[in-house]
Nanobody, 121 residues
Framework: QVQLVESGGGLVQPGGSLRLSCVASGIIFSIDTVGWYRQAPGKQRELVAAITSGVGTNYIDSVRGRFTISRDNAKNTVYLQTNSLVPEDTAVYYC???????????????WGQGTQVTVSS
């Protein structure tokens, strides 16, 4: 069974950085688009950044230039480097992956359990 596990969250001061990781494990034939989402208390979950299998990337305006998404296909891992963090970045960060377990199966979407990022002095 496929699992996505996020790590790297924590408490950081404004202006600080964190590197979030999302590791996919289990039977995996291919991973297509992977996205990092976040959900702050009382707010809807929002897509922050995404990376395609062709390593095209997209970001929401509020994080562009501060966050960088990347992937290591050999390790089935996607990273989110977060720099110049501000209190508004405080949220639970989730990864979401469209992947295929076997070559003859269609894609399915999987979610991780989330990692907390808190930006506070």
């Amino acid at each position: 069974q496929v699992q996505l596990v996020e790590s790297g969250g924590g408490l950081v001061q404004p202006g600080g950085s964190l590197r979030l990781s999302c590791v996919a494990s289990g039977i995996i034939f291919s991973i297509d688009t992977v996205g990092w989402y976040r959900q702050a208390p009382g707010k809807q979950r929002e897509l922050v950044a995404a990376i395609t299998s062709g390593v095209g990337t997209n970001y929401i305006d509020s994080v562009r230039g501060r966050f960088t998404i990347s992937r290591d296909n050999a390790k089935n891992t996607v990273y989110l480097q977060t720099n110049s963090l501000v209190p508004e970045d405080t949220a639970v960060y989730y990864c979401n992956a469209d992947l295929r377990e076997r070559w003859y199966q269609g894609q399915r979407t999987y979610w991780g359990q989330g990692t907390q990022v808190t930006v506070s002095s």
